[in-house]
């Protein structure tokens, strides 16, 4: 499977974002999908997660309450909704996905990979 993800952008404190990741090659109901972010000098990290079946969702403490993660499947498409966003929500943000994920939140669990998308929250 294939992934690339948009949208991506600049945002002041306090505004939203929707980041999107396509599939293509294959249905995105045969894997579970995670979204990482990763900012300079920093181990890329779990943000949320959704599983192959879309019935069970996972998210970082970080970000309950403000991002949530769903996915379209006639769109072949996962996405994170951002909101009320914070200058430490900066970071490039990546999709993953795997068909059987050790762990939803290990980075090391997810075979397949796409090219990621900036985020900047100014404050």
């Known amino acids: 499977v294939q992934l690339v993800e948009s949208g991506g952008g600049l945002v002041q404190a306090g505004g939203s974002l929707r980041l999107s990741c396509a599939a293509s090659g294959r249905p995105v109901s045969n894997y579970a999908v995670g979204w990482f972010h990763q900012s300079p000098g920093k181990e890329r990290e779990f943000v949320a997660a959704?599983?192959?079946?879309?019935?069970?969702?996972y998210y970082a403490d970080s970000v309950k309450g403000r991002l949530t993660i769903s996915r379209d499947t006639a769109k072949n498409t996962v996405y994170l909704q951002m909101n009320s966003l914070k200058p430490e929500d900066t970071a490039v943000y990546y999709c993953?996905?795997?068909?059987?994920?050790?762990?939803?939140?290990?980075?090391?669990?997810?075979?397949?990979w796409g090219q990621g998308t900036q985020v900047t929250v100014s404050s």
């Open positions: 993953a996905a795997d068909s059987d994920p050790m762990g939803y939140g290990q980075a090391s669990s997810y075979h397949y």
């Open positions: 959704i599983s192959w079946s879309g019935g069970s969702t």
